[in-house]
């Protein structure tokens, strides 16, 4: 399995508190088995997207006559588009990948690609290589809103000499788990959000549940991504999640526009302490959006 990711990098696991009757920091074994936790869930959630891309790549069906083939570096030289990669997500993926070999033209090969499409992946377009050797590629991908993981399916076709080279690549995107540690204290009884012209106070119990509600479940960024991020200035609305007597038990720096993600990601501390950033899951509203539907607010309007 290839990964796309550099090897994780420590979390920070600390939990502290403030105010009266601020509980101790955990012990060190107490974190290390926090942390030992987190890394089982992330092994086991990676070991079943890698089962899922090789069952999806199990699925495909190659055209009569064609026989799975190894394809390693050097081989098929004229055929360099075979060995470069399906995309990079910047996010935990699994990969699985195959290779067929078939005496048959690049035109009836893709003629039958495109007539058995695998089940559960819509079509992104194809693309074709003008150049000697021609090639077709095919992005395929979930359907939009699915509640599936996101899966990624690319099927290239390369034209050799009396033969017809086919690799297909699957994705599987899976989520890194967040520690139960990195959530906001139990104790929160009201929000305060401050932005760009704005001082909002949030008491009412039902509306400060469902705001922790959707904070914590909030994905983390994935530990050791190392991504060349563009420099963008952008807006954000902190929010201080206050307990009794309007102490500050934890904050959040919420960025506007662009939404939430690996390079955008929301900073989230307890008692002062940093904890792995979160970002938002991609699917619906952002975080941001909500915070405006549900309180009547307009937080992004100066990218607008």
Do not use: D, M
């Given at each position: 399995m290839k990964r796309l990711l550099l090897p994780a990098g420590a979390l920070v696991l600390v939990l502290t508190a403030c105010g009266a009757g601020a509980k101790p920091a955990p012990r060190v074994a107490e974190v290390g088995a926090r942390l030992s936790s987190?890394?089982?869930v992330a092994a086991r959630r990676?070991?079943?997207?890698?089962?899922?891309?090789r069952t999806v790549l199990s699925e495909f069906v190659p055209p009569p006559g064609a026989s799975a083939v190894q394809v390693p570096p050097g081989r098929y030289r004229s055929a360099h588009v075979l060995h470069e990669?399906?995309?990079?997500?910047?996010?935990?993926?699994?990969?699985?990948?195959?290779?067929?070999?078939?005496?048959?033209?690049?035109?009836?090969?893709?003629?039958?690609?495109?007539?058995?499409?695998?089940?559960?992946?819509?079509?992104?377009?194809?693309?074709?290589?003008?150049?000697?050797?021609?090639?077709?590629?095919?992005?395929?991908?979930?359907?939009?809103?699915?509640p599936a993981p996101k899966r990624f399916l690319v099927v290239t076709a390369v034209a050799l000499p009396r033969r017809t080279i086919i690799r297909v690549d699957v994705q599987i995107v899976w989520v890194y788990p967040r520690s139960p540690a990195e959530k906001v204290p139990s104790g929160t009884r009201g929000i305060v959000l401050r932005g760009y012209k704005l001082h909002k106070r949030v008491t009412d119990p039902a509306e400060v549940a469902r705001i922790v509600r959707w904070f914590d479940a909030l994905p983390v960024s994935p530990?050791?991504?190392?991504?060349?991020?563009p420099l963008a200035p952008a807006a954000h609305t902190t929010l201080s999640?206050?307990?009794?007597?309007?102490?500050?038990?934890?904050?959040?720096?919420?960025?506007?526009?662009?939404?939430?993600n690996v390079c955008s990601p929301i900073g989230f501390a307890i008692g002062g302490k940093r904890h792995q950033p979160l970002v938002d899951s991609g699917r619906g509203p952002t975080f941001a959006r909500r915070l405006e539907r549900l309180l009547g607010l307009r937080l992004i309007h100066i990218h607008r």
């Open positions: 987190v890394r089982v990676e070991r079943a997207a890698l089962r899922e891309a990669s399906a995309g990079k997500q910047l996010a935990e993926v699994a990969e699985a990948h195959g290779f067929w070999s078939v005496r048959k033209p690049l035109k009836p090969v893709a003629a039958f690609v495109r007539a058995h499409p695998l089940r559960g992946f819509g079509g992104r377009g194809a693309e074709y290589g003008t150049n000697v050797p021609h090639f077709l590629r095919w992005g395929r991908s979930s359907p939009a809103g699915s530990p050791g991504i190392v991504v060349a991020c999640f206050r307990g009794a007597g309007a102490a500050q038990l934890a904050q959040a720096v919420v960025p506007l526009y662009p939404p939430a």
